[in-house]
């Protein structure tokens, strides 16, 4: 998991979190390693293998869209979403709707 964090550049905790809901999905699977007893690989399943295919033909229209918002924005949108994924992990909304009120 350490290494997916790294390649997507989030902490070890928020890649934990984005593929266990992908496993709920049904979209991925962990599976052992075969070169290391003590890591886990994740994989595709028949269903996530088929969600890539629907959604490849998309990839360079969605990619160019948020090139477009980020250059309205005036901010890079990807690392203002993992700054705030990453506060919410330390104070959630609750906690923060819940401190306002006090």
């Known amino acids: 998991m350490a290494n997916l964090a790294e390649a997507l550049g989030v902490s070890h905790q928020m890649a934990t979190q984005r593929i ?14 075969e070169e290391d007893a003590r890591a886990k690989v994740v994989v595709l399943t028949k269903l996530g293998k088929y969600e890539v295919l ?4 998309f990839s360079d229209e969605v990619t160019k869209a948020f090139n477009d918002l980020e250059l309205e924005l005036g901010a890079p949108l990807v690392e203002l979403i993992r ?20």
């Not at 266990?20 to 390693?33: H, Y």
């Not at 700054?83 to 009120?101: G, H, V, Y």
């Open 20 to 33: 266990n809901s992908l496993q709920k999905l049904g979209l991925v699977d962990r599976i052992d390693s």
């Open 54 to 57: 629907q959604l490849r033909p």
């Open 83 to 102: 700054k705030a994924e990453l506060s919410l992990l330390q104070t959630p909304l609750k906690q923060r709707i819940t401190e306002s009120k006090a």
